[in-house]
Every structure is written in structure tokens, then in C-alpha cells.
């Protein structure tokens, strides 16, 4: 069990560019979510996917985001037409299958973007 | 809807000393209630759960919390604080997706 990874640890990018980040989650969990973390605040929820399935997205997830789970393994979340706004830090986590009543979810280190 | 609130952003306390981190809950179901750990350039780590067994739960690391549905409330103890837990601690509430607060920083004091 290696736990979930994330990929890039760290991005910069100018305002305006696109960018991409990447979950791997424990292998065999189901779940997987997204949330983003700005400075001095908690975790806010952004999307999550049972399998493949996207089933819930959070208002905070613009136009200008989408999120993948092609193969109900990896995950991509991408960011269109960034947003000095857009800098904080994106967190990945996953768990085996049911709600975190049942299940814990594990979250990665997480990808810090900073828009220039 | 669901929240939480965490009373004092900076909590200092002395080694040895009884930590006491504070949080209120909002909710309009039987709650699912966590405390996380965010130590510095690390992920969340889960400290404890509590989803209505026992109302005291105990954690990792020494940790422990009380639900108490009357004061709504689900306050985070360890009797005898050391310097590595020192960290940002986070409570939380919710289910599939999860509800957090804005954090208390954990100070240890030598």
C-alpha cells in the first residue's frame, strides 16, 4: 500500500495558462475526491467519483474545471484559463467504497498551484 | 446543510499540558464527525471518527473526542501534550463528502 500520490507536487503557471494534476489513488478504492485547500482555511470539496462515475460536483467547480476518472483508476483535474484565484492547494483522497461513515478517506500530499 | 466551527485559529500549550481543541457542529442529521492532522508539507491524516457507536472516541496518537449531542459539540483532548503535535488540526463533518473547518494551529510550548 503505497498510499495515494499526486503529481506535480508543486505547479507555477502564468494567469490564463491551462494546467493538469494528476491522483493515483490506493489501489482497489473506489472513491476518489477532490478538494481544495487555500491559505489559512480547510479543505473545501470540489467533485467525487464512485468508479469512473462522477456523482457529485461542488459549486465551486467553475466551467472552467473538469475532472476525469477515465478508467475508475487514475484521476486528472484541470483547470482551464487559470486564475490568480485559482492558487491553493488541490487535495486528492480516496477510500474503499461506501461513505466516510464506513470508510476512511486518505488523502495525498496534494499539488500546490500558484498562478502568477 | 452541515458545518462546523472551530473556536481559536492558535491554541498554545505547554508540554506536558492538557490540550484542548474546540468544535461545534451544525447539522440536521446523526452526524458523522472527524478530527484530522495536517503536519507541516504532509497530507491529512485521520485522528479519529465518531459514527454514533460510542459517543467517546479514541484516536491515534493519544487522541481522544466526545460527542455531545446536547452541547452539539465534539471537542478534541490529549492529556499530556508533546512537541511533535504540533500541527494544524482540522474537525470535520459529513458523509461522501466532507465538511471542514478552518483549522486550529497547535502550538507546543517547551
Known amino acids: 500500500d503505497t498510499g495515494v500520490s499526486q503529481d506535480p507536487r508543486h505547479k507555477i503557471t502564468k494567469r490564463g495558462q491551462n494546467v493538469t494534476f494528476r491522483c493515483d489513488p490506493i489501489?482497489?478504492?473506489?472513491?476518489l475526491y477532490w478538494y481544495r485547500q487555500t491559505l489559512g482555511q480547510g479543505p473545501e470539496f470540489l467533485t467525487y467519483?464512485?468508479?469512473?462515475?462522477?456523482?457529485?460536483k461542488s459549486r465551486l467547480l467553475s466551467d472552467r474545471f473538469s475532472a476525469e476518472r477515465p478508467k475508475g483508476s487514475f484521476s486528472t483535474l484541470e483547470i482551464q484559463r487559470t486564475e490568480q484565484g485559482d492558487s491553493a492547494m488541490y487535495l486528492c483522497a480516496s477510500s474503499l467504497d461506501a461513505g466516510a461513515s464506513t470508510d476512511t478517506q486518505y488523502f495525498g500530499p496534494g499539488t500546490r498551484l500558484t498562478v502568477l | 446543510a452541515q458545518s462546523v466551527t472551530q473556536l481559536g485559529s492558535h491554541v498554545s500549550v505547554s508540554e506536558g499540558a492538557l490540550v484542548l481543541l474546540r468544535c461545534n457542529y451544525s447539522?440536521?442529521?446523526?452526524?458523522?464527525l472527524f478530527w484530522y492532522v495536517q503536519y507541516p508539507n504532509q497530507g491529512l491524516q485521520l485522528l479519529l471518527k465518531y459514527t454514533s457507536a460510542a459517543t467517546l472516541v479514541k484516536g491515534i496518537n493519544g487522541f481522544e473526542a466526545e460527542f455531545k449531542k446536547s452541547e452539539t459539540s465534539f471537542h478534541l483532548t490529549k492529556p499530556s501534550a508533546h512537541m511533535s503535535d504540533a500541527a494544524e488540526y482540522f474537525c470535520?463533518?459529513?458523509?461522501?463528502?466532507?465538511?471542514f473547518g478552518k483549522g486550529t494551529r497547535l502550538h507546543i510550548l517547551p
Open positions: 470535520a463533518v459529513g458523509d461522501d463528502k466532507i465538511i
Open positions: 447539522s440536521s442529521v446523526p452526524p458523522y
Open positions: 489501489s482497489e478504492h473506489n472513491r
Open positions: 467519483f464512485q468508479n469512473e462515475a462522477q456523482l457529485e
